[in-house]
């Protein structure tokens, strides 16, 4: 029963890590649509350093933890 | 686990779609308001938030950080790129800030880029000093802004004071009255028409102009006649075109384009031929009017004729020739400043004299004594700007503005009279000012959504010994415009 709770536990990360990487990946496209249209408005309410070190991240982890 | 995906998945994508229907709220800005705001002393702008919708403080070697976060001004202008979402109609600029000034450096003022061509700015006043504390000696009437000092209590109220400008003037002899942030197209001019020389003749203004430049001239008959050339020295990229304007008062009258359809490359450094112009106008009233030649720096104002017997170039001269120039002025000091090394030289106004030795380096020269000067240059190239007026001959020479009420003016000489339309800063917290401007801003300069706001403090350099500074704790720019309520009853009914 453990094992059972630990193995969805491990799919319900790796599942969160993909979504976090889709959702990510589609801020930044947004982000890159938008500044193209209108300079200024993403930088604007959005750290894109930080944003895409998150996505690096999320990526990194969701690699390793696939590998894993 | 199916259904977990989904709703992962649904909830991210609501995200992003409250991001884009945030996004698109802002650029409508549905309310016709947006405010764009920076607390220096906080700093939220680091790792969890975006940019300042204010930009970075530019040229950086002009300002510094303080101890407490807020920004010092230590040299003028400094400029900052303002965001705006979309284009309004008026802006509203709220400035915190602590003035360290001198009588060398006594006004603080800022404002936007309205022509980005003729790189003219308009400014208010944030921040004067003698008007803050008032002159010493003097008497101050007030009523609402409109502000009045005088040497002697003559006036007991301000509309007593207009009255008398109006119906007969207020100076028995020269230029008495000085003004400072004033409409004055209600007000009568400084000179007396009447005392004008009414004969009609031509002048030529003797040196060819490189840039923008205005002109004074006067119309005994009200029959107005310009004509002249002009080059393109293409030495940069863009098309040159040109426009000479005709005011009388605040009201254009004549306009004639000139479109670069020259055949030189730009960039090229080729000089154009000349191009010539005309402008005839009659049956207009006798009177001033002021000529505008509206043209970006590469081009050269190469000869300027008028049926006139006045024609004074205003505020700015910047000659082009290689020989000597002789002009003279009314105003008491220069600023001069060369782009070219050829163009370095010693500069003389009356008995003054200075030598230039950097380019791109704003001097001054000031002389004591006021009254018509001569300036003389050993070749031209140099941009001579002041408060008054260049011309020819002391024939030419005219000028119907009042003395302006800034660092250079003449405080303890010939003023009797200084008018001033200036919202006093309120005082608030800690010895921190607040100043409030209104602009309207619906025809000024915006570039990839953002407008340029410039701080500027004549006179505060960082290597002139002047000193002072201005200590800015926040800036907040609230911009307006119409909602989209407005907007969509004007479509709706147009």
New interface residues.
Partial sequence: MTEKKRDISR??VA??MK?AV??LS??LL?GAV?ELI???????????A?VAGLWLVAILACLLYVRR | ?LK??KN??IF??A??GL??L??AY??VSPTGAWTCSQDFSRNYYG?????S?LGSASPSERVARSQNGSLLVLAEPVYFSV?S?RAFSRAEVEISYRPQLSSATPIFEAGFLADKKLWRYQLQPVYNLWLERGLAGWHEVADGNLRLWQRQPKFDSISDFLSTWRRAGVCTSGSCLAVYNLDLTQMPPALNLANLNQVKTDSIFPYALRGAHQFYLYSPDGQLELSGSIQDLNNNKDRDDAEILVFAGQHQIAQVSLPDQRPELEESGNISSAQAFKLSKEDLNPGLYRVEFKAGDDLILASFRSASIYLSAINKVWPVTDGPVSLLTDASYLQLKAVDPVALQTVVLGQASLEMKEIYRQYELRHRVNGVQAVTLERGGVVLENNGVFAGSAESLLNPDYPRFDRFAPLAEQLDFVLAEYNLSSVGEDGWLTSSLDFAVSDFYRE???YSLILSVPGLNLDNGAGGLIEIKEIRVRFYGKSLWEKLRELVLN
Avoid at chain 1, 38 to 48: A, H, K, M
């Fill in positions: 799919s319900v599942l969160l979504e889709y959702f589609g801020l947004l938008c209108f300079p200024g408005l993403f930088l604007l309410y959005f750290n894109v930080l | 686990m977990i995906i992962i998945r991210w994508l995200l992003l991001i884009v945030f996004f802002q650029l790792l969890l938030s975006g940019s919708c965001f979402p990839n959504g953002r």
